[in-house]
């Protein structure tokens, strides 16, 4: 297993979704932060399952503890665990799924490459419970974005089982808008159609998917190295450990193996001294390098796999095929409760570039006695 993500920014993600809790260590985190449980708690509150009618009706409250790294109210340069306790924890539907795994989740997978021993309750690691940890540590990042260089990360949501919300250029209203409703996009009249989707997808035993757009400001030019770790592969690295998610795409993305190049050639230009490109079709990295331009992908989360309608599926010890109906509460749509993990993995691949490229110092302040 590869548990861990980033250079000098690196944390590693440990437990399992009904094992003991779910948490996170960071190591190579600067000094001299302000951080405490309320700086993480928010985020995580983002994420928690139960928080609204379109997502799983689990219950867990998610209450973060900060074990080490911490002292007087500041990053002390060791390493910082953090971690959620399990506590509304049903592990008696998974059972089943040993012997007949669930059609586009991990149980068969994870069977065959652990040889059976994988914690499997609740989907042991392969759960999207996990993440509450990318988000433990996302959120530390992000602080130390957005205190050292006023860089912002907003991700929200901008397509629901097909349909779309309208494109919203002024970052300043997505963010505004975003939180205002449980789907997280910033189109609030079409939030209701997306809603009820879920819903009726739901009623029908099934669940839908969607796209994620994540917008990032203020960052540096000259994040990125070239070649294995450029910005674009690193991001992607980090989104695609997000169970579900099975695309995405910078800036103008697959449309531009339609268009021209001088259609998609971002002309450079100077505004007050600075740099800049008169449009933004590269997504903000150039030669996996980025530009000073907005950050600019999407992602495509799958449908959520567990669902209630009778799925075909086999019998592993029987050797033959059965009929799959899988209970438990699960997310008829993962994409509102995934935005907060689409920002927090961002932020973590940013925060390990700009300490790598001496953007962000190893002491963020000193001590004045
Ligand atoms: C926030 C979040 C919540 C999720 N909740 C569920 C869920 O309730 N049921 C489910 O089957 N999958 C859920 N998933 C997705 C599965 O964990 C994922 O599909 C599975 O591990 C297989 O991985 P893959 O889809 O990346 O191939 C969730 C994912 C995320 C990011």
């Not at 992908?297 to 029987?318: L, M």
């Not at 008829?332 to 920002?343: G, H």
Request: glycine content about 10%; hydrophobic content about 35%; charged content about 25%.
């Amino acid at each position: 297993m590869s548990n861990s993500l980033g250079e000098k920014f690196r944390i590693t993600s440990f437990g399992e979704s009904h094992g003991k809790c779910v948490g996170v260590v960071i190591d190579g985190c600067p000094s001299g932060l302000s951080l405490s449980e309320d700086d993480i708690q928010p985020e995580l509150n983002r994420r928690r399952p139960g928080q609204s009618q379109i997502t799983t009706k689990r219950q867990e409250e998610d209450q973060v503890e900060i074990l080490s790294g911490v002292f007087n109210g500041y990053t002390t340069g060791a390493p910082i665990c953090m971690l959620i306790w399990n506590k509304d924890v049903d592990s008696t539907k998974y059972e089943l799924f040993r012997d007949v795994p669930r059609p586009g989740h991990a149980d068969f997978t994870a069977r065959q490459k652990y040889g059976g021993f994988n914690d499997y309750r609740g989907g042991g690691r392969f759960s999207g419970r996990i993440t509450a940890s990318f988000v433990m540590a996302g959120a530390v990042a992000r602080k130390l974005l957005r205190d050292v260089l006023n860089v912002d990360i907003t991700a929200h949501t901008i397509e629901i089982g097909g349909i779309k919300a309208k494109k919203i250029e002024d970052i300043s209203l997505i963010k505004k808008n975003v939180e205002k409703t449980p789907i997280r996009t910033a189109d609030l009249e079409t939030a209701e159609k997306m809603i009820e989707l879920v819903i009726q997808a739901e009623n029908e035993g099934d669940s839908i998917g969607g796209i994620i757009e994540c917008i990032v400001t203020n960052v540096p030019i000259g994040l990125g190295e070239p070649i294995f770790s450029s910005l674009e592969s690193d991001i992607s690295k980090a989104i695609f450990s997000i169970p579900a998610v099975k695309g995405i795409e910078f800036g103008a993305g697959f449309r531009v193996s339609r268009m021209k190049g001088s259609e998609n050639n971002d002309k450079f230009t100077f505004k007050n001294g600075q740099i800049l490109t008169k449009t933004n079709n590269a997504g903000g990295i150039l030669g996996g390098i980025s530009t000073g331009m907005p950050i600019t992908f999407r992602i495509a989360i799958k449908p959520t796999a567990s669902i209630t309608k009778k799925q075909e599926s086999v019998s592993i010890s029987e050797k033959k095929e059965t009929e799959l109906q899988i209970e438990g509460r699960h997310d008829p749509c993962i994409v509102p409760r995934a935005v907060p993990v689409v920002e927090s993995m961002t932020a973590m691949v940013l925060a390990d570039h700009a300490i790598r490229y001496n953007v962000i110092p190893p002491v963020i302040r000193r001590m004045t006695s």
